[in-house]
């Protein structure tokens, strides 16, 4: 039988993704298909899929149906399922906007993490161009210690939630995380029982820090949504910032390998995330052709 789907390839800030338009949920995708699409020798080659699904088509997202008619069927690179993609999230809705499915404006998005809110502006046309904004909702921040370690030392790091879990390491080089070909260690593991993503984080200047990310089930990645949310916050807490507080709202650039991502937190706790969200190819692929080259 033929399993031939139609693709497209896309990044935010080079995280990127297979896009895989499916909206009546009738692709098979197992864990192993993805993580072949995702092999960067041997398949397409991306940090993870977005299988674009209408929520009344899935069961995760039927409960969201009304307020969302799109779900976000988010996979690492690995196969595994996460909560949240925030680059993956706004490539998502340069895809629908683009294939004409929605207009301009604010487009609610349901993911495993909730129902986001994405800006796109009306400037745009049905360009592949131009900055897209998501709500991401609030982080929170679980308390206690943790640590992790990469390269032989070990750093305290910031719980972080944005829906999906964060250890945000400060540490005065980027270089000291070393290679980051394997994840980091971290403790407590109870800390994160579904494994972490992990953020090492440099001052480049007032509210300007530089980022690398090891992502749970991707890797190194070129850029993250999520992690640079959870690193701005982190770096305004460290920082004696607390919006809540100020009834001010504050905003971070966070560079990461890939490009620039801003993050403004605002008194409600509520996190706004804008970069670039790029479509730059599309196209069939055979399924049942692709195969992971291991190690
Ligand atoms: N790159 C994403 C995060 C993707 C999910 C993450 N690897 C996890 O497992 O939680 C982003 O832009 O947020």
């Known amino acids: 039988m033929s399993t031939r789907i139609a693709f497209l390839k896309g990044h935010g800030t080079e995280n990127d993704f297979v896009i895989v338009p499916d909206p009546d949920n009738v692709i098979d995708l197992p864990a192993a298909a993805v993580a072949a699409l995702c092999d960067r020798r041997a398949g397409i080659g991306a940090d993870g899929v977005l299988h674009v699904v209408r929520s009344a088509s899935h069961p995760e997202a039927l409960a969201m149906a009304a307020e969302a008619e799109w779900f976000m069927d988010y996979r690492n690179g690995d196969g595994s399922v996460a909560e949240m993609c925030g680059n993956g999230v706004r490539v998502f809705a340069r895809y629908l906007r683009r294939a004409g499915y929605v207009g301009a404006g604010d487009l609610a998005v349901a993911t495993r993490g909730g129902v986001k809110t994405?800006?796109?502006?009306?400037?745009?046309?049905?360009?592949?161009?131009?900055?897209?904004?998501?709500?991401?909702?609030?982080a929170l921040l679980p308390g206690g210690d943790v640590t992790v370690t990469a390269a032989g030392r070990t750093y305290p790091a910031l719980n972080v939630n944005m829906g999906n879990p964060h250890a945000v390491a400060f540490v005065d080089d980027l270089a000291e995380a070393g290679d980051l070909f394997s994840a980091p260690a971290y403790a407590p593991e109870s800390a994160y029982p579904d494994g972490v993503n992990v953020e090492f984080v440099v001052d480049r200047a007032p509210r300007h820090v530089g980022v690398r990310v090891h992502e749970r089930g991707s890797g190194e990645t070129r850029s993250c949504g999520t992690g640079a949310c959870a690193v701005a916050v982190a770096a305004a807490r460290r920082d004696g910032v607390d919006p809540a507080l100020t009834g001010e709202p504050v905003t971070y650039t966070v560079d990461l390998p890939g490009g620039r991502l801003t993050v403004t937190e605002h008194p409600d706790g509520h996190v706004d995330l804008t970069g670039a969200a790029v479509i730059i190819a599309e196209g069939e692929v055979e399924l049942a052709g692709l195969s992971v080259i291991s190690g």
């Open 118 to 138: 994405v800006h796109i502006a009306k400037a745009e046309g049905a360009g592949h161009e131009g900055d897209i904004t998501v709500g991401m909702g609030k």
